[in-house]
């Protein structure tokens, strides 16, 4: 089993800067893609950024040019650095991978965090 553990949600003012980390853990074989996905009350699950094993990334048009997707291959830890948050950016994030484990490592699955709540709010 592989487990993903975030870290760095909480509530900021508009304008103002978080950072959110997740951690790969467990029994690890293989993790490829890592990202960020987020959910505000009465909507969908949507994908905030990701980021592949060679660094390629995307993101939501939403969060072009203030949120940053980052990696540390060797930690199996991704980061969400957010800055100039809105109101709007308010919601549960979810850490998300696919990734296999060593008992079945050739079998990709989806993983995904307990989530973290942000609020932005004055």
């Known amino acids: 089993q592989v487990q993903l553990v975030e870290s760095g949600g909480g509530l900021v003012q508009p304008g103002g800067s978080l950072r959110l980390s997740c951690a790969a853990s467990g029994r690890i074989f293989s993790i490829y893609s890592m990202g960020w996905y987020r959910q505000a009350p009465v909507k969908q699950r949507e994908l905030v950024a990701a980021?592949?094993?060679?660094?390629?990334?995307n993101y939501a048009d939403s969060v072009k040019g203030r949120f940053t997707i980052s990696r540390d291959n060797a930690k199996n830890t991704v980061y969400l650095q957010m800055n100039n948050l809105k109101p709007e950016d308010t919601a549960v994030y979810y850490c998300h991978t696919t990734g296999s484990d060593v008992v079945s490592p050739l079998l990709v699955r989806d993983y995904w965090g307990q989530g973290t709540q942000v609020t932005v709010s004055s």
């Open positions: 980021i592949t094993s060679g660094g390629s990334t």
